[in-house]
C-alpha cells in the first residue's frame, strides 16, 4: 500500500548540499507494524515528511494506496495526508487551552459534521486509548502518557489506514513508553498500519519489522533471527 522507489532528497544551505535520503526504496503492506530506526541526523525526519506527504523528494516515486503521490502540489498533498495519515509526535502537539475531548474534535471541525456527531466519534477515539474518564480535562492536568493518548485519539479520529509516530514515546519514562506502545500495537492489530520513527532499539523492537537508516540509505533488519545493531 506504500511504495517508495528510490527516492533522493537533498538540502542546499549557503551552496553546500546534503544528500539526506539516497535512492530509498520502501514497501510496506497494510497492515504491517514498522519500525524506521537511525541515529540522529540519519534521514529519520526527511523519510517521515516524505512518507507523510508533508515535503516533496527530489526525485523517485511514491504510491500511497495507488494515488502517485509525487506528482501531487501542495493542495492534493494536504487532502491525502489528512485522508490516509495519523500523526503521533513526540512532544503530543495538543492546544493547552482546550480540554482532552475538544483537541480530539478539532481534525473534524471541517468535516462537515454537526457537534453531537463529532463528539461522539472523540469518545469513542478517547475510548478506544482508554482515556474517556478524562475527557474534559486539561493537557496540564494529565501526565504525559495520558497527553500521548489523547494525541493518538485525536491521530484517530478521522479514521486513518496509516499511523506515522516520530518518536512517540521520546518525552516519557520506560514504564509510560511501555503502555503507549502497548496501545499502538493493539492499533496495528485493529488491522491499521503503524510506522514508529525512532532512535531507541527498545522500541524499535516492538514492532513486527524494522529497518534501519543510516546516512540516508535503508537496510532491512532479516525476519525473526533479525538482530538490530545499537545505533
Ligand atoms: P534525523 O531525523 O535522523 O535526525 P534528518 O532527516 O533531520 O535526520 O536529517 C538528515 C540530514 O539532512 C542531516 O544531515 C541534516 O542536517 C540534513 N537536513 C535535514 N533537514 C534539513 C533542512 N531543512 N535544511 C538543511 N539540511 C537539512
Ligand atoms: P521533530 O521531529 O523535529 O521533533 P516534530 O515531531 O514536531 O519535529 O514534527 C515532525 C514534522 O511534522 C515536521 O516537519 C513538522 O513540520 C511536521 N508537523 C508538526 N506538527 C504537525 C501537524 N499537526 N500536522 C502535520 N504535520 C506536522
Known amino acids: 500500500m506504500i511504495s517508495i522507489e528510490n527516492m533522493v532528497k537533498s538540502y542546499t544551505i549557503g551552496g553546500e548540499t546534503v544528500t539526506a535520503l539516497h535512492r530509498v526504496s520502501?514497501?510496506?503492506?497494510?497492515?504491517?507494524?514498522?519500525?524506521?530506526?537511525?541515529?540522529?541526523?540519519?534521514?529519520?525526519?526527511?523519510?517521515?515528511?516524505?512518507?507523510?506527504?508533508?515535503?516533496?523528494?527530489?526525485?523517485?516515486?511514491?504510491?500511497?494506496?495507488?494515488?502517485?503521490?509525487?506528482?501531487?502540489?501542495?493542495?492534493?498533498?494536504?487532502?491525502?495526508?489528512?485522508?490516509?495519515?495519523?500523526?503521533?509526535f513526540q512532544n503530543f502537539n495538543l492546544l493547552p487551552k482546550l480540554s482532552a475531548i475538544q483537541n480530539v474534535e478539532l481534525p473534524l471541525l471541517y468535516s462537515g459534521m454537526n457537534q453531537s456527531e463529532r463528539r461522539k466519534i472523540a469518545e469513542s477515539c478517547l475510548e478506544k486509548v482508554g482515556l474517556l474518564e478524562r475527557a474534559n480535562h486539561l493537557p496540564t492536568q494529565l501526565s504525559g502518557g495520558q497527553q500521548q493518548r489523547v494525541a493518538i485519539a485525536r491521530a484517530l479520529v478521522c479514521n486513518p489506514p496509516i499511523l506515522l509516530a516520530d518518536e512517540p514515546t521520546g518525552a516519557l519514562d520506560s514504564k509510560t513508553s511501555k503502555e503507549i506502545m502497548g496501545v499502538i500495537k493493539q492499533l496495528n492489530e485493529q488491522g491499521r498500519t503503524i510506522i514508529v520513527i525512532t532512535h531507541d532499539l527498545s522500541i524499535a523492537n516492538q514492532a513486527k519489522r524494522v529497518v534501519q537508516i543510516n546516512d540516508g540509505k535503508l537496510t532491512e533488519k532479516g525476519g525473526k533471527e533479525r538482530e538490530v545493531s545499537s545505533v
Do not use: H, W
Not at 523517485?60 to 494515488?67: A, C, K, P, Q, S
Not at 493542495?75 to 485522508?83: F, H, S
Open 26 to 88: 520502501l514497501q510496506i503492506e497494510t497492515g504491517e507494524f514498522l519500525a524506521i530506526i537511525g541515529p540522529s541526523g540519519s534521514g529519520k525526519s526527511t523519510l517521515m515528511n516524505m512518507i507523510g506527504c508533508l515535503d516533496k523528494p527530489d526525485s523517485g516515486n511514491y504510491l500511497l494506496e495507488g494515488n502517485k503521490v509525487n506528482n501531487m502540489n501542495d493542495n492534493q498533498l494536504a487532502k491525502i495526508r489528512n485522508k490516509k495519515i495519523g500523526f503521533i
